[in-house]
């Protein structure tokens, strides 16, 4: 059971990693790093289209990520 949660959570991880990398970035540079606040604040920016789905991918493979991190200690022992 230990082998088969390891080989999960290498899968996951390199998911998570693709997911992450093929994301567009929300700023750039230094005045994106001064106004990238204040824009998630107002909201002002919203993710459509291929930006949505890649964030809620994102979400489930970091759940996904850590429960599994979690069953490989639990089942170390």
Request: net charge positive; aromatic share 10%.
């Amino acid at each position: 059971m230990h082998a088969f949660v390891v080989v999960l959570l290498v899968i996951v991880s390199i998911g998570l990693i693709a997911v992450v990398l093929l994301q567009s970035g929300k700023s750039a540079g230094l005045s994106g790093a001064i106004s990238g606040g204040a824009e998630q604040l107002f909201g002002k920016q919203k993710a459509r289209g291929l930006d949505l789905i890649l964030h809620r991918i994102t979400i489930v493979f970091s759940v996904l990520f850590f429960v599994l991190a979690i069953a490989v200690v639990f089942f170390k022992v």
